[in-house]
């Protein structure tokens, strides 16, 4: 345990002082050849797409190995790797809460969502709710939550770059912090722009396999440092978090007050049913070519994130027995450092072999944050150039070429939001902020996804109500809570207008949406057309017609 016993100052001796300038060098290095490595993959594949279906849905081409790696690398964000260790580095049990809610969430996605949605839409989650119902008003509530959702998100992959790369350049003003932001917009912007579906997916395949396998080389060295002994691992975590045996325990983070065990539901059920709503994990379905290779890519996907799941257990406890949490919180008030500076300690504080170890999981965490971007913001431009743009503003009369220049200028425009939204969001942990989004995406797009595809006489209104209520419902409560203000570690730690308890609106804006969802196709005149609804149902249980 010699690792706990250096003091901060010695880590950032390391990372700040100029004798490191060698192992930044090192670090750069291996940034750049990873940004250039997925620079070359975006080109090759940019180069491949021809058309609307190539852009969005990659040519459907994929197999279902190849999308559930894809699916994978998705998923597998800033939050897991960086936001997940953090938390259960500080918190112990509490933490690892996370990632049993991000596994179980793909049950929902694999039993209710993944095939019907892959048979019965084309593009985008707007074309499944547009199918049966009035298409621009149901279009334009689909793109707006698409777009809300996915910049939430964002804002997570944003503050994790952010906080990354300032430590290992050893960055310490927030200007500098801001430019970091601002060049993986820039780069991000350039991915989707060029390589489209086919550039995004492969970038995400070749992030999938570096992140398992990083995951896995930080598993096997924390292992090996107790002599493969978890009780060991557990017994010195619990020991150097200065918690003792609360460490190990239910409680730590939820449950000293009826406030913080309400916000351990509400995070737990937004975890579980947001997954299936999340508009970039959505259209990954759309890049397969039959509804059997949707199913066995959620399956691939469910393996693997479940493998790597499990070894953030490895990463957080390795961290909380091998560093001091103060050396912690001082690299990152949220923890979303634990992971590299794990790395780094592992590999010796002074030595060559502590800074290779640093630079190589770091540049696999950058890797992380470029690949889900990216694929969050095809997701949002998509939807926007394919459901607002063509079918709303040009009601269905754009060209294949307008509607893919129309998804590169939203591509720039979503990129600018998330770098002003992500430089604001830079000290909140990364783990917490994508919880925000799944509260989204559950209480906005789930109910009405699941509304249309089984319940025959929901309506065009129930679908507006749904989705609108549940947007506003969850974003006003995210707004008025301790994430924005009120709290040291809040996004405007100086201001208090915060009057909603939780950290999470899950709880409350989800059976929102879902009541609201209701209560609007309750109260609507209109007739919803039978014939269409029994054509959905065909196509959705069995994939006739399917694009």
Do not use: C
Request: proline share 3%; hydrophobic share 55%.
């Amino acid at each position: 345990m010699t690792g706990a016993q250096h003091t901060i100052s010695a880590q950032h001796t390391l990372l700040a002082a100029g004798e490191a300038s060698e192992h930044r060098t090192l670090i750069i290095s291996l940034f750049a050849v990873f940004v250039a490595a997925t620079l070359v993959i975006t080109v090759w594949a940019g180069r491949q797409t021809k058309g609307a279906a190539d852009f969005y849905a990659g040519g459907r081409q994929f197999t279902g190995f190849q999308n559930g790696l894809a699916v994978s690398g998705d998923y597998m964000s800033a939050a897991s790797f960086l936001g997940i260790a953090g938390a259960i580095a500080l918190f112990g049990y509490d933490g690892f809460l996370y990632s049993i809610g991000f596994l179980v969430a793909w049950l929902v996605a694999l039993l209710l969502v993944a095939e019907p949605l892959r048979n019965s839409g084309r593009y985008t989650m707007g074309d499944v709710l547009a199918y049966r119902m009035r298409q621009r008003p149901v279009r334009t509530a689909a793109g707006t939550s698409t777009i809300v959702v996915s910049i939430f998100y964002l804002l997570a992959q944003m503050a994790g770059a952010g906080v990354l790369v300032s430590l290992l350049l050893g960055i310490t003003s927030d200007s500098g912090k801001v430019g970091i932001v601002a060049l993986v917009g820039v780069l991000m912007i350039v991915y989707v722009t060029i390589g489209g579906m086919k550039g995004t997916t492969w970038v995400q395949m070749v992030k999938a396999v570096l992140l398992i396998a990083g995951a896995l080389l930080l598993t096997f060295l924390v292992l090996l440092k107790f002599d493969f002994n978890v009780s060991d691992l557990l017994g010195s975590a619990a020991g150097n978090s200065g918690k003792g045996s609360a460490f190990l325990q239910p409680g730590l983070k939820y449950g000293a007050t009826g406030t913080s065990k309400l916000d351990f539901i509400s995070l737990g059920v937004a975890l579980v049913l947001g997954t299936a709503g999340l508009p970039h994990i959505l259209i990954r379905f759309y890049t397969v070519p039959t509804a059997k290779a949707a199913r066995k890519s959620v399956i691939w996907a469910i393996g693997l994130i479940g493998a790597f799941y499990l070894m953030t257990l490895a990463l957080g406890f390795g961290a909380a027995a091998l560093i001091k949490p103060e050396e912690i919180i001082a690299s990152n008030k949220a923890g979303n450092t634990a992971a590299p500076l794990l790395a780094l300690h592992l590999g010796g504080v002074d030595s060559d072999w502590g800074a290779i170890l640093l630079a190589s999981i770091s540049a696999v965490a950058f890797a992380t944050i470029l690949a889900v971007v990216a694929g969050l913001t095809l997701a949002s431009s998509s939807s926007f150039a394919h459901d607002i743009y063509a079918n709303v503003i040009k009601k269905g009369q754009a060209t294949e070429k307008q509607e893919l220049g129309a998804a590169r200028w939203a591509t720039v425009g979503i990129g600018a939001v998330s770098i002003l939204l992500g430089a604001l969001a830079r000290d909140l942990n990364v783990a917490g902020l994508v919880a925000l989004a799944f509260a989204v995406a559950a209480s906005a797009n789930l109910p009405t996804i699941l509304y249309s595809l089984f319940w025959k006489r929901f309506t065009t209104s129930g679908a507006l109500w749904s989705i609108y209520g549940g947007l506003v419902t969850a974003v006003g409560l995210v707004l008025f809570s301790p994430v924005v203000s009120g709290k040291p570690t809040s996004m405007f730690p100086d201001a208090d207008f915060h009057w909603f308890p939780l950290e999470n609106p899950g709880i409350i804006s989800i059976p929102v949406g879902f009541l609201l969802g209701a209560v609007g196709t309750l109260l609507s005149k209109e007739v919803p057309d039978a014939q269409k609804y029994a054509e959905l149902e065909v196509r959705s249980l069995t994939g006739t017609g399917a694009h």
